[in-house]
């Protein structure tokens, strides 16, 4: 005979499910598979404990929708822990939060935390397009930002990239 509330508990998340070797499909089915998940999944998205922060994030990314209304309540949650992360989970929550329902209060934060990002030069370079993307999008709702950020355009800050990402940086920024 099935046991129902040992069944429920097997499809609830653990952390080892995140820290060991993990198969991304079978994991995200059981992530949608109890809405627990999403809440542990969103919960320990905001740890900077790694593995687990930044693939919750990773796996967290994978499952939302555009404009999903279930970032929205942790965006300024994420802004306030966003130094915090490791690099990797920085660029998922970057990721993450394209296309999410951002106020302006918000907007402005993500906006600074993006350019002190993208001039860190040392970063690893996928962190800082990422962070040059945000910005990016930002611009198209902000334009008159634009003059105020010629200076981040200059080989000080394109020169550490590879090649491709510097053409893609230029190309976007160019057609601002």
Same mark, same amino acid.
């Given at each position: 005979m099935l046991n129902v509330n040992k069944y429920k508990w097997d499809m609830i998340l653990e952390k080892k499910n995140l820290? /060991?070797? @993990?198969?991304? !499909?079978?994991?995200?089915?059981?992530?949608?598979? !109890?809405?627990?998940?999403l809440?542990?999944?969103?919960?320990?998205?905001?740890?900077n404990e790694q593995p687990l922060g930044w693939r919750s994030t990773w796996l967290l990314?994978?499952?939302?929708?555009?404009?999903?209304?279930i970032i929205q309540p942790h965006v300024s949650k994420v802004l306030e822990l966003f130094s915090s992360f490791n690099e990797s989970q920085k660029r998922e929550w970057l990721k993450t939060l394209e296309n999410?329902?951002?106020? /302006?209060?918000?907007?402005?934060?993500?906006?600074d935390l993006c350019i002190? !990002?993208?001039?860190?030069?040392h970063n690893?370079?996928?962190?800082?397009?990422?962070?040059?993307?945000? @910005?990016?999008?930002?611009?198209?709702k902000y334009p008159e930002l634009k003059s !105020?950020?010629?200076?981040l355009m200059t080989t000080e800050y394109i020169a550490p990239l590879s090649p491709g990402i510097q053409r893609s940086v230029l190309k976007i920024w160019n057609k601002q």
């Open positions: 820290t /060991e070797r @993990i198969h991304k !499909e079978s994991l995200l089915e059981k992530i949608r598979s !109890e809405k627990q998940n809440d542990l999944l969103l919960r320990w998205s905001l740890l990314r994978q499952i939302i929708k555009k404009k999903d209304p999410q329902i951002i106020n /302006e209060d918000e907007e402005g934060i993500l906006f002190s !990002e993208w001039k860190k030069i690893h370079p996928a962190l800082r397009a990422s962070a040059i993307n945000m @910005i990016f999008e930002l611009l198209k !105020e950020l010629n200076h």
